[in-house]
Antibody, heavy 122, light 108 residues
């Protein structure tokens, strides 16, 4: 059973860079699946941020692409999200997740972390 | 404002059937499969249906989906109290994944 766990600072100041890490257990992130980040502002709906494959293929939400950086630490079975120049609108629960179909990005995320609340405030 | 449009709310009584709609365009639903998620309060979303109406292991066959043109629907039969949740549709839109705004299902 794949397990994902997000970790992050909880509070970020406006204009700074938000940084989150997803630690994956019981499954290698170098396997044949895409991995992604999805966020949910408090009381609002879901917003897809990015999906990536271990080979480097990455798909971005165009509205966030200029501020998003993805990095992967294979040795720790972790991947990270950095979102720069944050504002209050970036306050959300951030989820990491695994795509359900081997080898391509299907947007069907079948394993999710519990979510990490990131608040942007001075 | 979401690219995919869902009604904000829906309701039904136990045992009934209910349908949740998801309206899009030719750049998303019209040309790509639709995925559906269920989100119980305070929890991460759960994949209900993906691709061409496939259900992940463990999802009961009370949940089904359909698609016609640029609209899709999630049907829930034999409504149960534990079905009370938010439901989201999702689809590929030219170059990125989009979600509907979500529908809050109340079991009366």
């Amino acid at each position: 059973q794949v397990q994902l766990q997000e970790s992050g600072p909880g509070l970020v100041k406006p204009s700074e860079t938000l940084s989150l890490t997803c630690t994956v257990s019981d499954y290698s992130i170098s396997s044949d699946y895409y991995w992604g980040w999805i966020r949910q502002p408090p009381g609002k709906g879901l917003e897809w941020i990015v999906s990536f494959y271990h080979s480097g293929t990455t798909y971005y939400n165009p509205s966030l692409k200029s501020r998003v950086t993805i990095s992967v630490e294979m040795s720790k079975n972790q991947f990270s999200l950095k979102l720069s120049s944050v504002t209050a609108a970036d306050t959300a629960v951030y989820y990491c997740a695994r795509d359900c179909e081997r080898g391509h990005s299907s947007g069907c995320f079948d394993f999710w972390g519990q979510g990490a609340l990131l608040t942007v405030s001075s | 404002q979401s690219v995919l449009t869902q009604p904000p709310s829906a309701s039904g009584t136990p045992g009934q059937g209910v349908t949740i709609s998801c309206s899009g365009s030719s750049s998303n639903i019209g040309n790509h499969p639709v995925n559906w998620y269920q989100q119980l309060p305070g929890t991460a979303p759960k994949l209900l249906i993906y691709g061409n109406g496939q259900r992940p292991s463990g999802v009961p066959d009370r949940f089904s989906s359909s698609k016609s043109g640029t609209s899709a629907s999630l049907a829930i039969s034999g409504l149960q109290s534990e079905d009370e949740a938010d439901y989201y549709c999702a689809a590929w839109d030219d170059s990125y994944w989009v979600f509907g705004g979500g529908t809050k299902l109340t079991v009366l």
